[in-house]
């Protein structure tokens, strides 16, 4: 047979973080590649009383399909923890997911088509990337500062290309850590309304922050909402509960809603209604908010232990700014550097972290790269540093 | 905001099977509409003990992200049923996706562009419909008669059409409950194979056939297979373990099945890895061969008694075959009768089923309806066909 692939198919890049995560799996390498969370912190008590909880009460009728938009009463819970945020949505604004990555890719699917342009934070969430381009939808990155995009390159963009979408992730980027402004948020949005431009807002990590105190209003709740917003919010329990039960949200206008639904009917009916009612049970019964101050404490402790050790002198070459949340050191080598070969030394010396190229829409710094702080425990943290000195000096050498 | 939706987004119709759904939860409508196995035979104990099992065994690691292709120790398992039906494969040529729908959309969107044509039988399985219209891919029925498509008119259809694809159902499909003899599925493939089209053979009825001793090889098994297969094989454990869990997937050859996991990567990541950890431990300690067996003598004894309802005088006017397996009447009002409407009678009565109309790819016969058999207990059942018998009475007397 000769098989021959849709656009579609050619336009899709394997992730890069992924391909990793698969290279790592089972063996010795320590990773500072994946977003993935602490193991550790897992509340997995609360996960299986959760689950005999939906064995319990729900009985056999808890293994039947479910409805496309999502378990109902996850749905009412969910809504109510918004409100609690300050933002007012009813479940016909919400559809439960397969994670936020599933959000983003129906919304994509029911909002563009090959040819329209989006506008992006440049770098970004590389797996968004990868379903905008392979999508035909033309890319374009927005200049910014560490305040988030710059209003004057945002409006030459939104005049000169018409896009049809701006999307992005103003917590804690990835793989920036950004947090954008409030005054850059009300921005944005006000450009986007006026202009008639969807705004895609990702917001996996604005949970894990590490000052408690701190607010950053999402630019969700600076809208009129939930009808007749311009923007869609999504978020995921994969950070703050268990990555393994896939659940993510998106909420915005019925009517964009309600299109993405049918878009899910055609995907794959439904998300797992199982995963769906254990973490209802979970949110019931289990001080999520407690948790969720302990992996913030947590993670904060690991990200200072990284900053010491990237302030050694071995990476006086490197630059990058404190995280003030999220999971992420972005940091940049000196130019010339490319971060793609320094991986291949890193891996040899038994570390590895994802290249920065991956993540850039347009103009790729090739002497970038991003270090997850939150999966790796202190011992693992300071060898993974230690043999990541090794592989620059080995690079050094090599070049 | 003015909200424009893409090609994608306007070629959905929502699915009526799940409307229907929607419109029947939590209320007294009797549903004969949707594909839903019986609840009563769910096997509760053991999937709540594979639960166990995970947390136990898999501790907090079992709560991380997992791989897009599935977890591994599953797939391996499937291999293994597999094998144990005649069917060689490896896990490098299988991919675990949410439900089989999941796996019919990352095909139609890796396989084929817009302005393709695929090849179905006329009616299909309408949530495939749904998918490839949506798409703007080109449908087109072939004849067939009741041991499947004509071969004449498939020669036909693919000089004429040139299509890409073929997607069947061959062991009892859905709505028709139809099984294709040997010799229509070794047509298709020698046909297919000479025209380097590929075949996506859905199977997710032919483990609940009524004659145990009957076999029905899949088209994938008569081809040389996996590498080179002119066919993708997909099927579910939707009918058989529960559908809660939404874990179905796909084999055949493994550079269109790296195509579709770079696609899921972007679609969703993975799915659900506790729901695919659960299932391997059921699988593991749990005989799902003989709990199949008790589903299809019990789905066997549902189809029997609505058979002799059927056979009541009021149903006179309606012609219908005996199926063989899987959990549909597909049934023929007489010309005229149009069973949109008539649903409208029946759902004032009490009852619900699926009009036909939407199953057809082209040239639809609006007097054909679908009747599920095997959600529904007796009593009920005879309920329900009673309320049938007196919709068809107030539908004649509106008319």
Not at 2 to 23: E, M
Not at 64 to 71: D, H, K, P, S, V
Not at 301 to 306: A, G, H, I, S
Request: with cysteine; proline share 4%.
């Amino acid at each position: 047979m000769n098989y021959t692939f849709s656009s579609f198919a050619h336009g899709l890049k394997s992730s890069a973080v992924r391909d990793i995560l698969k290279l790592t799996q089972g063996n010795s390498i320590i990773s500072l590649a994946g977003g993935l969370p602490a193991e550790n912190y897992f509340p997995i008590d609360a996960v299986r009383e959760a689950f005999e909880r939906v064995f319990a009460e729900g009985g056999k009728s808890s293994l039947q399909y479910g409805l496309t938009e999502g378990y109902s009463p996850l749905r009412e819970a969910i809504c109510k923890r918004m409100a609690a945020q300050g933002v007012s949505v009813k479940p016909e604004n919400m559809l439960m997911t397969t994670g936020s990555q599933q959000a983003i890719y129906l919304l994509t699917r029911v909002y563009l088509s090959a040819g329209d342009v989006i506008l992006v934070e440049n770098p970004t969430y590389l797996a968004a990337l990868q379903i905008f381009k392979a999508s035909g939808i033309q890319v374009v990155g927005v200049e910014a500062d560490q305040d988030g995009m710059l209003m004057d390159d945002l409006e030459a963009k939104l005049n000169r290309y018409r896009p049809k979408m701006v999307y992005v992730t103003p917590t804690f980027a990835n793989p920036t850590g950004k947090v954008w402004s409030t005054e850059r948020r009300k921005g944005l949005l006000a450009q986007c309304r006026s202009n008639n431009v969807l705004i895609l807002e990702d917001d996996p990590y604005g949970e894990i922050k590490f000052d408690a105190n701190a607010t950053y209003p999402s630019i969700f709740s600076l809208d009129e909402h939930p009808e007749d917003s311009a923007v869609l919010y999504t978020s995921t329990f994969s950070k703050t509960v268990v990555p393994a039960l896939r659940t993510g949200w998106i909420v915005g206008d019925s009517r964009v809603i309600a299109q993405m639904a049918k878009a899910k009917q055609a995907v794959d009916l439904h998300s797992s209604t199982l995963d769906q009612q254990a973490l209802y049970q979970l949110l019931a019964h289990f001080d999520l908010d407690a948790h969720i101050q302990t992996i913030r404490d947590e993670y904060r402790t690991r990200m200072q232990l990284m900053k010491s050790l990237l302030q050694d002198a071995r990476f006086s070459d490197l630059r990058w700014d404190e995280p003030q949340g999220g999971m992420f050191f972005w940091a940049m080598l000196p130019e010339g550097i490319d971060a793609s070969e320094l991986l291949k030394k890193a891996v040899e010396k038994g570390v590895a972290f994802v290249p920065g190229v991956d993540f850039y829409a347009e103009n790729p710094r090739r002497n970038t790269l991003r270090l997850n702080f939150t999966h790796t425990d202190n011992a693992s943290m300071k060898i993974g540093l230690d043999r990541l000195a090794e592989a620059l000096v080995a690079y050094k050498q090599s070049v």
